[in-house]
Antibody
Framework: QVQLRESGPRLVTPSETLSLTCIVSGGSISDYLWSWIRQSPGKGLEHIGSVYHSGINYYNPSLRSRVSITADTSKNQFSLSLNFVTAVDTAVYYC??????????????WGQGAEVTVSS | SSGLTQDSAVSVALGQTVRITCQGDILRDYYASWYQQKPGQAPVLVIYGNNFRPSGIPDRFSGSTSGTTASLTITGAQAADEGDYFCVSRDTIGHHYVFGAGTWVTIL
């Protein structure tokens, strides 16, 4: 059974870069698509972006200018960088595995979530 | 529009049936998947590919789609089913995923 765990600082200064890593165990990141999703206080879930082990990635158009998601097959992990953060980026950040089919996709495994606060 | 619309909340008596809907144009191209989320916990996949259940999800959960509306039905709702339910689908542009705002289900 694959397990995902978010790692990284939980407090980020405004205008700085939020950096998180998702450590994957029990499965290889060479399979599937891998995603970052966030949930702001009192708001719903928002897809940030996704990455394949090859490095091909997809980003939410509303965040594309500030986001980078990369994969490291040697460490079996993938990472999120979000630049120029403000208070509105305060959220719980989840990493998740995506199963893809011809007519459906599904996030079948999730990390426990990392609560990140943007504050000085 | 690429959004997914859900009712904000619904309630159901213990043992009765409740249907949660998710409406959006993108559902013409990709099936929705459904997730249950309880306070302080990560979401859990309950339905994918219109009506497939992951291992461990009770068969009281089922899904369906008609046109641009996807539905999640809980038949014989249990106290453990109380929580937030989100639908998700894939936008046809740019391989981006769109989430519904969630429907809070209260078991009476």
């Amino acid at each position: 059974q694959v397990q995902l765990r978010e790692s990284g600082p939980r407090l980020v200064t405004p205008s700085e870069t939020l950096s998180l890593t998702c450590i994957v165990s029990g499965g290889s990141i060479s399979d599937y698509l891998w995603s970052w999703i966030r949930q702001s206080p009192g708001k719903g879930l928002e897809h940030i972006g996704s990455v394949y082990h090859s490095g091909i990635n997809y980003y939410n158009p509303s965040l594309r200018s500030r986001v980078s998601i990369t994969a490291d097959t040697s460490k079996n992990q993938f990472s999120l960088s979000l630049n120029f953060v403000t208070a509105v980026d305060t959220a719980v950040y989840y990493c998740a595995r995506v199963v893809i089919s011809g007519s459906w996709d599904a996030f079948d495994s999730w990390g426990q979530g990392a609560e990140v606060t943007v504050s000085s | 529009s690429s959004g997914l619309t859900q009712d904000s909340a619904v309630s159901v008596a213990l043992g009765q049936t409740v249907r949660i809907t998710c409406q959006g144009d993108i559902l013409r191209d990709y099936y929705a998947s459904w997730y249950q989320q309880k306070p302080g916990q990560a979401p859990v996949l309950v339905i994918y590919g219109n009506n497939f259940r992951p291992s461990g999800i009770p068969d009281r959960f089922s899904g369906s789609t008609s046109g641009t509306t996807a539905s999640l039905t809980i038949t014989g709702a249990q106290a453990a089913d109380e929580g937030d339910y989100f639908c998700v689908s894939r936008d046809t542009i740019g391989h981006h995923y769109v989430f519904g705002a969630g429907t809070w289900v209260t078991i009476l």
